[in-house]
């Protein structure tokens, strides 16, 4: 069974960093693109981010690039989301994804989310 | 960027009839369009892909249909567990846009 959990939300202030990780089990991490999409509270989704499956080639979201980077253990079967200097705009639920084989772009698992709120 | 346009924003329906949810996209996106539910509370749910195709697991109930700008989700006769929020999305360019959403609520 395919299971994606993150961890890493909380509460930050405008202008700091917080770095979200999502574990990966249940199938073999290295082979596939994954990607972060996040959900503002009573808003739609918005994706974020996608790295492909060796880590090499990444691609951002206008309202995020230069301010967050995603990578990947995948020795240790883990995405990560490094985020600095976040905004108040930046509060959401995130939530990581395993994109589906043969069908790029598509998501196909996602993790239940992380809530990142931030606000002074 | 494309951008997706749902209607309607919400759609008011009884257990057993059947719901019509609508996508249309700014540009041609081929017939490369996807179809999430997302339950109150929980993650988004892969319903359709590339426009027709049901993911694994996914009721017969569910049906997709269009190609071009206009794309439409079907489900035949509505069950208690399908009323919920409805998210298209494109692949054909990135970045991998989403509708606002549908709403589907019980009448």
């Known amino acids: 069974e395919v299971q994606l959990v993150e961890a890493g939300g909380g509460l930050v202030q405008p202008g700091g960093s917080l770095r979200l990780s999502c574990a990966a089990s249940?199938?073999?991490?290295?082979?596939?693109?994954m990607h972060w999409v996040r959900q503002a509270p009573g808003k739609g989704l918005e994706w974020v981010s996608r790295?492909?499956?060796?880590?090499?080639?990444?691609s951002y979201a206008d309202s995020v690039k230069g301010r967050f980077t995603i990578s990947r253990d995948n020795a240790e079967n883990t995405l990560y989301l490094q985020m600095n200097s976040l905004r108040d705009e930046d509060t959401a639920v995130y939530y990581c994804?395993?994109?589906?084989?043969?069908?790029?772009?598509?998501?196909?698992?996602w993790g239940q989310g992380t809530l990142v709120t931030v606000s002074s | 960027e494309i951008v997706l346009t749902q209607s309607p924003a919400t759609l008011s329906l009884s257990p057993g009839e059947r719901a019509t949810l609508s996508c249309r996209a700014s540009?041609?996106?081929?017939?490369?369009l996807a179809w999430y539910q997302q339950r109150p509370g929980q993650a988004p749910r892969l319903l359709i892909y590339?426009?027709?195709n049901r993911a694994t697991g996914i009721p017969a109930r569910f049906s997709g249909s269009g190609s071009g700008t206009d794309f439409t989700l079907t489900i035949s006769s509505l069950e208690p567990e399908d009323f919920a929020v409805y998210y298209c999305?494109?692949?054909?360019?990135?970045?991998?846009?989403f509708g606002q959403g549908t709403k589907l609520e019980i009448k």
């Open positions: 994804g395993r994109d589906f084989p043969m069908v790029r772009g598509v998501i196909v698992d």
């Open positions: 249940g199938f073999t991490f290295s082979t596939y693109w």
């Open positions: 790295i492909n499956s060796d880590g090499s080639s990444t």
């Open positions: 540009q041609s996106i081929n017939n490369f």
């Open positions: 590339d426009a027709s």
């Open positions: 999305q494109q692949r054909s360019n990135w970045p991998p846009v």
